[in-house]
């Protein structure tokens, strides 16, 4: 299948997405394409670039952290940034993505990566409820979200609506033989880049690292693939191993979730 072409939102937000965080909440880097080892995309805790640290949202300035005034007993917080509106409405739950494997996705005391962080969320969460709130700041959209029993903000680059799983085996296989690589992570690696687009330059993160029982597994998150609707897709890829048809890890099976980025009809991005 060739996906089709990505922007996150609409193109006033696509615009503001292009610098956004990183899993963690670390924003900058942009383009996280294919490399072949576990640090593909780590999450925020650090401003620093996809490619490593952790995942939050970029780094950017807009660092004027929530400030309080007033008199004993009355607080009032100004929040960094702006009020936008965004796609995550009260109630809406948001699943983690483009968070690598070995890294977590900071939820901070209020948008930007210079905040407390108040709480954490895996790669693969799926149960980040919005509260409708969302705020603008000058390169990045911050959402806040209920995890657990913790509320605070999260960058809207690391978050998704989890859509539809499929097999996506024969349409990937179509006019060819299965990939093989001597390695699980490569093996996935060829199946994102695949899957990947060009223009605009999809991130490829290994979000769940390799197992080998009867068969290896291994999954990939490809964001960005220049949809309007469509923000990417979870990967997640079975390989018969090395010795069962072939020098190296042979690829079996494809399951294919749609990760959406304005929201969802039933399990259909909309």
């Given at each position: 299948?060739?996906?089709?072409?990505?922007?996150?939102?609409?193109?006033?937000?696509?615009?503001?997405?292009?610098?956004?965080?990183?899993g963690d909440?670390?924003?900058?880097?942009?383009?996280?394409?294919?490399?072949?080892?576990?640090?593909?995309?780590?999450?925020?805790?650090?401003g620093?670039t996809?490619?490593?640290?952790?995942?939050?949202?970029?780094?950017?300035?807009?660092?004027?952290?929530?400030?309080?005034?007033?008199?004993t007993?009355?607080?009032t917080?100004?929040?960094?940034?702006?009020?936008?509106?965004?796609?995550?409405?009260?109630?809406?739950?948001?699943?983690v993505?483009?968070?690598?494997?070995?890294?977590?996705?900071?939820?901070?005391?209020?948008?930007?990566?210079?905040?407390?962080?108040?709480?954490?969320?895996?790669?693969?969460?799926?149960?980040?409820?919005?509260?409708?709130?969302?705020?603008?700041?000058?390169?990045?959209?911050?959402?806040?979200?209920?995890?657990?029993?913790?509320t605070?903000?999260?960058?809207?680059?690391?978050?998704?609506?989890?859509g539809?799983t499929?097999?996506?085996?024969?349409?990937?296989?179509?006019?060819?033989?299965?990939?093989?690589?001597?390695?699980?992570?490569?093996?996935?690696?060829?199946?994102?880049?695949?899957?990947?687009?060009d223009?605009?330059?999809?991130?490829?993160?290994?979000?769940?690292?390799?197992?080998?029982?009867d068969?290896?597994?291994?999954?990939?998150?490809?964001?960005?693939?220049?949809?309007d609707?469509v923000?990417?897709?979870?990967?997640?890829?079975?390989a018969?191993?090395?010795?069962?048809?072939?020098?190296?890890?042979?690829?079996?099976?494809?399951?294919?979730?749609?990760?959406?980025?304005?929201?969802?009809?039933?399990?259909?991005?909309?």
């Open positions: 299948m060739t996906p089709t072409r990505f922007a996150v939102c609409s193109v006033v937000l696509a615009a503001v997405l292009v610098l956004a965080g990183c909440d670390d924003e900058s880097g942009s383009t996280t394409t294919s490399t072949t080892d576990t640090s593909i995309d780590t999450s925020d805790t650090s620093t996809d490619t490593s640290g952790t995942t939050d949202t970029s780094g950017t300035t807009d660092t004027s952290g929530s400030s309080t005034s007033g008199t007993g009355t607080t917080t100004t929040l960094p940034g702006e009020e936008f509106e965004g796609f995550a409405r009260d109630g809406d739950v948001l699943g993505v483009g968070v690598a494997h070995d890294d977590t996705l900071n939820v901070r005391a209020a948008p930007g990566t210079d905040q407390a962080v108040v709480a954490t969320a895996a790669p693969t969460a799926d149960d980040l409820v919005a509260t409708g709130r969302a705020r603008a700041l000058p390169n990045s959209i911050w959402y806040e979200v209920t995890v657990g029993a913790e605070g903000w999260v960058s809207s680059r690391f978050v998704a609506f989890i539809a499929d097999d996506a085996t024969a349409e990937f296989l179509a006019g060819g033989p299965a990939p093989e690589a001597e390695t699980l992570v490569g093996l996935g690696l060829v199946v994102a880049e695949r899957v990947a687009s223009d605009p330059p999809s991130r490829i993160v290994l979000t769940v690292g390799p197992t080998v029982g068969l290896g597994e291994v999954t990939y998150d490809v964001i960005g693939i220049g949809d609707a923000l990417g897709y979870r990967l997640h890829i079975f018969t191993i090395p010795g069962e048809g072939g020098d190296g890890f042979q690829l079996r099976t494809i399951e294919r979730t749609t990760l959406c980025a304005r929201g969802l009809s039933g399990e259909l991005c909309v």
